[in-house]
């Protein structure tokens, strides 16, 4: 029971998180900018919880190597999703990284002995649906949509990428330490990105209180879902957590005015729900 609920406030952060973004991203913010202060504002805010629950840090090489391999999956996960919001729909965006519930499914099977039975792989069929129905387009594509889903497409096997290293990890790591470290390690290999950046726009005001505010419901996230991971099944834990692309579409629907084809969204939106009820229940 814990799992699911971490897995589920993990999914509102996100989702709020994300149709925050969209409004201030909408307005072609450099994205390897703000994901990188953001990424390292999010660990620093952890940081002292994690002071206070006591560091808890593995010993072996191997799990600091794995360790760099997640923060790295992590930060590009981050960027393609910030990206993606800069061409598509927040809701379609969520909707479209739905596709890492196949890798973490996969994933979870092959390498933690994770169960697997088939009413476990067609909900995750039925939440693959959902988001097909939800972001198929007939004729014409333009060149924003096309980039915006392939920004979705790779952010996702990133993240994905990521969960799975953290099931490795978690039980060498404190949840809050682990979370903070590797956001971190994130902004941080970001910062050497925009190092690389020919833009040297000073940043206004708005920019930061933006960078600000997503920060500290990232960071939200980011704990509830280290928790639900470590409580529960990754295999599980990481679908219920895409809960967020419902309260995404609520959200872009009533706050961003993304109303186009509601009636697709809406059996798109039934079909994600009826498949992370079933993982739920059994």
Not at 1 to 13: G, K, P, R, S, T
Not at 47 to 53: C, F, S, V, Y
Not at 100 to 125: Q, T
Not at 176 to 185: C, D, K, T
Request: charged residues 15%; contains cysteine; aromatic residues 14%.
């Amino acid at each position: 029971m814990d799992w699911f609920i971490y897995a589920i406030m993990a999914a509102l952060f996100y989702a709020i998180e994300k149709v925050y973004a969209k409004r201030f991203l909408g307005k072609k913010v450099d994205a390897i900018k703000f994901t990188a202060y953001h990424d390292l504002i999010v660990g620093l805010m952890l940081l002292p919880i994690a002071a206070i629950a006591g560091f808890k840090l593995p010993s072996s090489v191997w799990s600091w190597a794995l360790f760099c391999v997640a923060a790295i999956s992590y930060w590009y996960g981050d960027l393609y999703t910030y990206k993606s919001l800069n061409k598509i729909d927040v809701s379609l965006s969520q909707i479209i990284t739905q596709l890492r519930l196949v890798l973490v499914l996969m994933g979870g099977v092959l390498f933690f002995s994770e169960s697997f039975s088939l009413l476990k792989a067609l909900a995750i069929l039925l939440i693959i649906a959902g988001a097909v129905v939800v972001s198929y387009r007939k004729g014409y594509i333009n060149k924003d949509f096309s980039k915006g889903v392939l920004y979705s497409t790779l952010g996702a096997a990133s993240l994905a990428v990521g969960f799975l290293i953290d099931k490795n990890l978690l039980s060498g790591f404190g949840i809050v330490s682990y979370a903070s470290l590797v956001m971190i390690a994130c902004g941080l290999f970001g910062l050497t990105q925009v190092s690389l950046n020919k833009d040297r726009t000073k940043q206004d005001a708005v920019f930061w209180k933006m960078v600000l505010v997503c920060s500290i419901l990232f960071a939200g996230f980011r704990a509830f879902l280290s928790a639900a991971i470590f409580s529960g099944e990754v295999s599980r834990a990481v679908p219920v957590s895409q809960a967020s692309v419902i309260f995404s579409v609520i959200g872009g629907m009533v706050l961003l005015g993304e109303r186009e084809e509601i009636s697709k969204r809406v059996a798109g939106l039934f079909l994600i729900i009826l498949g992370i009820s079933l993982l739920y229940a059994f």
